[in-house]
């Protein structure tokens, strides 16, 4: 014990430190004595006042795992402790904390707990992770009333189609911006035929997606881009092209682009500001993608909104990760989040520096609709499409929040 510490152990009262002792006594046999651990804790920090850093510095102990103790005891006092282990206890308590708009007491969650087979903390969060954004998703089916184009009317209207469809009844020589963001292409498939990942079962992102689960697929439904796009595009309009990073470019995407009439002029690198999951024997992890520049070939590149030239790396960090801890700190509602949405601040600025105001901005795989959404804010025409039914539905009710918002600070 250094001098700080032997000052601090003088000062308790007999009371306290007879407490202390027989805490870290205890500590030694946690496994059996955790109810009588977590009272303690009660015990020295509600009644004599003492912080969870005291505690911990006195019984070498971490302040996480006193705090499990006196959070997961105060929770289940004695009369609910009776048939159940600490850890179950402990989970349940977790899964309460980080998830509250389950609306279940900590109780509830606790029997669902016992009642799983082959149970471990992961799997339990997974489980209710899992059961709450099939609930809350049940909620926006019934909340939204179902979506029909009004007659003609395509842009500035959200549609749950292909892309491939809508496209052709624009008018020629309309839109100032195709978005493009299509699958890569080399994704893992669940048992449901989908995207699968290792994090998303328990961070709570959305994951739906409907194509590109082998490259082949995503070339089907990018490449027809560059015909049925090259009439719809506006007098020095601009398509941009989210390509996977750290590869080479697809042979299949520039020979296509050449023969339909377009030149990419430049290839600007989005850097996402976090490494990849993957092998970790790889010598490289990615943390970017490529966003390809096409133009007509003929038309000129005029100057943008933004004005002054911009460097070809765009540093915008992806807020996966933050989303993610946001999520798990009840801070976020699970859900509102995809997997591959990209940071507004991106998005925005791609924007104002191909368009103008009231120029048209066009995104065939809209997924969360965060392009839409800053096209709004920057007062753009737009045109919103996903063929995924989950993600229409979600992209589409978060549109609607944006055009509402709008609508009041104008009012």
């Given at each position: 014990?250094?001098?700080?510490?032997?000052?601090?152990?003088?000062?308790?009262?007999?009371?306290?430190?007879?407490?202390?002792?027989?805490?870290?006594?205890?500590?030694?046999?946690?496994?059996?004595?955790?109810?009588?651990?977590?009272?303690?804790?009660?015990?020295?920090?509600?009644?004599?006042?003492?912080?969870?850093?005291?505690?911990?510095?006195?019984?070498?102990?971490?302040?996480?795992?006193?705090?499990?103790?006196?959070?997961?005891?105060?929770?289940?006092?004695?009369?609910?402790?009776?048939?159940?282990?600490?850890?179950?206890?402990?989970?349940?308590?977790?899964?309460?904390?980080?998830?509250?708009?389950?609306?279940?007491?900590?109780?509830?969650?606790?029997?669902?707990?016992?009642?799983?087979?082959?149970?471990?903390?992961?799997?339990?969060?997974?489980?209710?992770?899992?059961?709450?954004?099939?609930?809350?998703?049940?909620?926006?089916?019934?909340?939204?009333?179902?979506?029909?184009?009004?007659?003609?009317?395509?842009?500035?209207?959200?549609?749950?189609?292909?892309?491939?469809?809508?496209?052709?009844?624009?008018?020629?020589?309309?839109?100032?911006?195709?978005?493009?963001?299509?699958?890569?292409?080399?994704?893992?498939?669940?048992n449901k035929g989908g995207y699968k990942s290792q994090r998303v079962s328990t961070n709570g992102m959305r994951y739906d997606c409907d194509n590109g689960l082998n490259i082949e697929e995503a070339l089907a439904v990018t490449l027809p881009l560059f015909e049925l796009c090259h009439r719809k595009l506006a007098p020095n309009g601009?398509?941009?092209?989210?390509?996977?990073?750290?590869?080479?470019?697809?042979?299949?995407?520039?020979?296509?682009?050449?023969?339909?009439?377009?030149?990419?002029?430049?290839?600007?690198?989005?850097?996402?500001?976090?490494?990849?999951?993957?092998?970790?024997?790889?010598?490289?992890?990615?943390?970017?993608?490529?966003?390809?520049?096409?133009?007509?070939?003929?038309?000129?590149?005029?100057?943008?909104?933004?004005?002054?030239?911009?460097?070809?790396?765009?540093?915008?960090?992806?807020?996966?990760?933050?989303?993610?801890?946001?999520?798990?700190?009840?801070?976020?509602?699970?859900?509102?989040?995809?997997?591959?949405?990209?940071?507004?601040?991106?998005?925005?600025?791609?924007?104002?520096?191909?368009?103008?105001?009231?120029?048209?901005?066009?995104?065939?795989?809209?997924?969360?609709?965060?392009?839409?959404?800053?096209?709004?804010?920057?007062?753009?025409?737009?045109?919103?499409?996903?063929?995924?039914?989950?993600?229409?539905?979600?992209?589409?009710?978060?549109?609607?929040?944006?055009?509402?918002?709008?609508?009041?600070?104008?009012?």
């Amino acid at each position: 014990m250094n001098a700080n510490k032997t000052n601090k152990v003088k000062s308790y009262s007999a009371a306290v430190l007879t407490k202390l002792k027989k805490l870290k006594k205890l500590i030694l046999e946690e496994d059996s004595k955790c109810w009588q651990i977590g009272d303690i804790c009660i015990d020295l920090m509600e009644t004599y006042r003492l912080s969870v850093r005291q505690i911990s510095d006195y019984t070498d102990y971490s302040k996480a795992r006193i705090s499990h103790f006196h959070l997961t005891a105060r929770i289940f006092p004695a009369h609910k402790r009776k048939g159940y282990t600490f850890q179950d206890s402990l989970t349940a308590r977790q899964i309460y904390q980080q998830l509250p708009r389950l609306h279940m007491t900590p109780v509830q969650i606790r029997k669902k707990v016992v009642r799983m087979k082959n149970k471990t903390p992961r799997k339990a969060r997974e489980y209710f992770v899992k059961y709450l954004l099939e609930k809350e998703l049940k909620q926006t089916f019934a909340k939204s009333a179902r979506y029909s184009m009004q007659g003609n009317r395509i842009i500035n209207q959200c549609h749950h189609a292909d892309w491939q469809q809508i496209v052709p009844k624009l008018p020629d020589h309309s839109v100032r911006l195709f978005i493009a963001d299509p699958p890569f292409g080399g994704y893992g498939k669940n048992n449901k035929g989908g995207y699968k990942s290792q994090r998303v079962s328990t961070n709570g992102m959305r994951y739906d997606c409907d194509n590109g689960l082998n490259i082949e697929e995503a070339l089907a439904v990018t490449l027809p881009l560059f015909e049925l796009c090259h009439r719809k595009l506006a007098p020095n309009g601009f398509l941009l092209l989210f390509q996977p990073g750290g590869k080479p470019d697809r042979i299949e995407v520039l020979s296509k682009a050449d023969e339909c009439g377009w030149d990419c002029i430049y290839a600007l690198t989005w850097q996402k500001g976090h490494l990849s999951t993957g092998n970790n024997l790889n010598p490289y992890k990615i943390c970017s993608e490529k966003i390809l520049v096409f133009i007509r070939k003929g038309d000129k590149v005029t100057k943008s909104e933004n004005g002054l030239p911009h460097p070809d790396i765009l540093n915008y960090p992806t807020e996966t990760q933050s989303a993610t801890l946001k999520m798990n700190h009840g801070k976020m509602k699970l859900g509102d989040y995809h997997i591959f949405q990209k940071p507004p601040e991106l998005m925005e600025f791609l924007i104002r520096q191909h368009t103008y105001p009231g120029e048209l901005v066009f995104e065939p795989f809209g997924c969360s609709g965060e392009g839409i959404v800053q096209a709004i804010k920057l007062k753009r025409k737009w045109v919103y499409i996903e063929s995924n039914k989950i993600n229409y539905m979600w992209g589409r009710q978060r549109i609607q929040k944006i055009l509402k918002r709008l609508v009041v600070h104008a009012g």
